[in-house]
């Protein structure tokens, strides 16, 4: 469970927007913080309907002017915040190539229900689209441009002046209880949402020296936020928690993500089988 912990100081005013890199676990890093903010709203009917939004929809690709949104993601090269009429804390989490590319192919083709194989992977592997993938988000550049070493120091410069924050995967979990209790949010129980099925995993290691030397400036950066996370804390008075936990379990299928989303007291949710 994703606790939140509600007793400091109140949190910021300013808005979240999350520059997602693929196949990071940014999708349940996402879903939690919205269905937390849906779920408080609901609760208190504080204050107007909070606004999120997916910055990747064709349909929606210029934001509504006017509008002030609590939480944004996307998938588009830095800069894309600026497009919206307002103040953002912004935040990304980062992961080695070798992980994330081999994940985002297997991905993909479970999505349209295509057998991984080795040519399929390799196509994958040597398109420019999909080579150094967050240097070039974070570096604000063409994805179908190859990076160059001015990229990693346009990307390394943006998070240090930039970012709110920036973590590695593994503390995606940190991240996202932070968030969460920053903004005074509901707890969040979920499963780990986006998932590549079995029957879908394949074997990446013939090809890491390939990997490596096509994104080693994909490479730097994970090394360098691996090594320094910007992960902030709070100064909690205690370790109570928000009153409400937000339940999301996946009920989706290979090719379509779905889910349901309930909500139990805190209270109940912790309480020891039996009792």
């Known amino acids: 469970m994703y606790r939140s912990r509600i007793d400091h100081e109140v949190g910021t ?21 919205r269905h937390a903010w849906i779920e408080r709203h609901r609760m208190t009917g504080d204050g107007a309907r909070p606004e999120m939004f997916r910055y990747d929809d064709i349909a929606r690709d ?20 600026l497009k919206f009429e307002q103040p953002f804390l912004m935040t990304t989490i980062l992961r080695e190539p070798v ?16 057998p991984v194989s080795a040519a399929g992977f390799e196509s994958v592997l040597r398109s420019e689209e999909n080579t ?19 990229t990693l120091d346009t990307a390394l410069e943006t998070l240090d002046r ?23 949010l509901p707890n969040v129980e979920i499963d780990r949402l986006n998932s590549t099925t079995a029957r879908y995993k394949f074997d990446s290691s013939s090809y890491r020296d390939e990997i490596l030397d096509r ?33 999301i379990r996946e009920t ?10 309930r909500s139990v007291p805190t209270s109940l949710f912790l309480k020891p089988p039996g009792s």
């Open 215 to 247: 994104n080693r400036f994909d490479q730097q950066l994970a090394d360098h936020v691996r090594s320094h996370p910007r992960l902030p804390t709070l100064a909690s008075r205690s370790e109570t928690l928000h009153p409400l936990t937000v339940i």
């Open 62 to 81: 210029t934001p509504v002017k006017g509008l002030r949104y609590t939480l944004v993601g996307t998938h588009k090269a830095f800069g894309a915040h």
């Open 132 to 150: 150094n993938r967050a240097v070039k988000q974070l570096g604000a550049s063409r994805f179908g441009v190859a990076a160059r070493p001015s």
């Open 162 to 184: 930039h970012f709110h924050s920036y973590v590695d995967h593994h503390l995606c979990d940190q991240l996202t209880e932070y968030y969460l209790s920053l903004y005074q």
């Open 13 to 33: 005013e300013r808005a979240l927007f999350f520059y997602h890199v693929p196949k990071t676990g940014g999708v349940s890093f996402f879903t939690a913080l």
């Open 99 to 114: 992980a994330r590319l081999t994940s985002e192919y297997t991905y993909q083709c479970m999505r349209r229900s295509q």
């Open 252 to 261: 989706g299928n290979d090719t379509r993500s779905e889910g349901v989303v």
